[in-house]
Each structure stands twice: as C-alpha cells, then as structure tokens.
C-alpha cells in the first residue's frame, strides 16, 4: 500500500517512465480487510508498522533499473 512519494525522482531515458522512491506498506492479499480496517480506525501505524517499507531504485552499470526494498 503506497504512502508516500521520498524524492529523487527521474525519468528513465530508455523507457520514458518516471520514477522515485517510495514508502509504504508490504502487505498480502490476506491482509488487505485488516489493512484497511487499521487504516480507518488510525492503528495502521501500531498494528502495520513491521510492514513498512523503503522502495528504492537505482540503475546497474548496463542503464537498467532495479528495484530494492528496504525494511524501515
């Protein structure tokens, strides 16, 4: 579930696609109601908060993004 935009943003030369950093919350299909629950009653943070995450990208030597996710 995405939170929030981080910043170093870019448009990739190869593709045209914009891309940034980005946090949120990893989450499974099992856990979206829950989710969603928590997020309506304000204890997202509290009942969610292993799940928070860092998406970062960066480009190898060949030009390619990759993808890491980071725990927070």
Same mark, same amino acid.
């Given at each position: 579930?995405?939170?929030? /935009? =981080? /910043?170093?943003?870019?448009?990739?030369? $190869?593709? /045209?696609?914009?891309? =940034?950093?980005? @946090? /949120?919350?990893?989450? @499974? %299909?099992? =856990?979206?109601?829950? +989710?969603?629950? %928590?997020?309506?009653?304000?204890?997202?943070?509290?009942? +969610? @908060?292993?799940?928070?995450? +860092?998406?970062?990208?960066? $480009?190898? $030597?060949?030009?390619?993004?990759?993808?890491?996710? $980071?725990?927070?």
């Amino acid at each position: 579930m995405l939170h929030t /935009g =981080e /910043g170093r943003d870019c448009i990739d030369s $190869k593709t /045209g696609w914009y891309i =940034e950093d980005l @946090s /949120g919350w990893l989450i @499974s %299909a099992d =856990e979206i109601n829950d +989710f969603v629950k %928590a997020s309506e009653n304000g204890t997202v943070y509290d009942i +969610f @908060s292993n799940s928070y995450v +860092f998406v970062i990208w960066r $480009k190898d $030597k060949n030009g390619q993004v990759n993808i890491d996710f $980071k725990k927070y």
